[in-house]
């Protein structure tokens, strides 16, 4: 799992209850977690040995800026860390015979389908922002590496991940495509295990009564079901673009 001592990583390596033995990468490893690897994704030698003896990658790193922000030394951060990096895993991957590889993409590489137009599970893509847009470039190589050397690969377009059990979500109002972190979880680890062949652009959302985005590929390839509804809950829910807190006060 790379990217595991990140926002998303970080619940992952501590809500993940299978049978199956976590290597947690990270570019800064929590030392107090036997499982973690300190892992640059920008160093092929490094992540060529880390990926030895590995059957499947769940690939959560990226560089941490998201959204449409650009800029000279953003944009190549952006493309170093999540289109170089992404390379990288895919090259380390199909040396070491990985079974499954699990790529994070997002769904703003379709947000420009405008509301309330529908947005099907694998929409060809529509970037808005140089971060989207590097994302789709790692979904052409993951469909690449999947054609040509017989990979399978699963590339989740994820929104945000919440955890509704912090007290800043009971007054501050939900996008309708964030998606609970126990949904996310379960996209991921049916993602593991499911009967995939070749490369499938799948998007995972929450549930909600705004919802745009298609969910029937992640159900039918997946069996993905979402579990946590936030308005049956009490949660309220805002706009697309409904302005999102610093993440520092909620991570």
């Known amino acids: ?58 690939h959560l790193a990226k560089q941490a800026d998201e959204g449409p922000m650009e800029g000279d030394e953003l944009n190549g951060k952006r493309f170093d860390v999540n289109v170089k990096g992404t390379f990288h895993l ?44 590097g994302k789709q470039l790692c979904e052409v190589m993951c469909a690449h590496y999947a054609r040509e050397f017989g990979m399978s690969i699963v590339c989740l377009r994820i929104p945000k991940p919440i955890d509704l059990e912090h007290p800043l979500w009971k007054t501050q109002p939900l996008r309708p495509q964030w998606v609970p972190f126990p949904d996310l979880m379960q996209a991921y680890q049916k993602a593991l295990t499911a009967e995939i062949e070749g490369c499938e652009v799948i998007t995972i959302v929450g549930e909600s009564s705004k919802r745009r985005w298609d969910l029937s590929k992640a159900e039918k390839l997946l069996g993905y079901q979402p579990r946590v509804l936030p308005e049956e809950l009490g949660f309220e829910m805002g706009s697309e673009d409904q302005p999102i807190p610093a993440e520092s006060n909620y991570a």
């Open 1 to 58: 799992m790379t990217g595991a001592a990140g926002y998303v990583g970080r619940y992952f390596a501590q809500h993940w209850q299978t049978e199956d033995e976590l290597i947690l990468g990270d570019i800064y490893p929590n030392p107090d977690d036997p499982r973690f690897i300190t892992l640059d994704i920008t160093n092929p030698a490094q992540v060529r040995a880390a990926m030895q003896g590995v059957d499947a990658v769940i």
């Open 90 to 133: 895919l090259e380390a991957a199909r040396d070491a015979g990985v079974k499954r590889f699990i790529f994070t993409s997002t769904v703003m590489t379709v947000l420009g389908y405008e509301a309330p137009q529908w947005v099907d599970s694998d929409a060809p893509p529509r970037p808005v922002g140089s971060y989207a847009l």
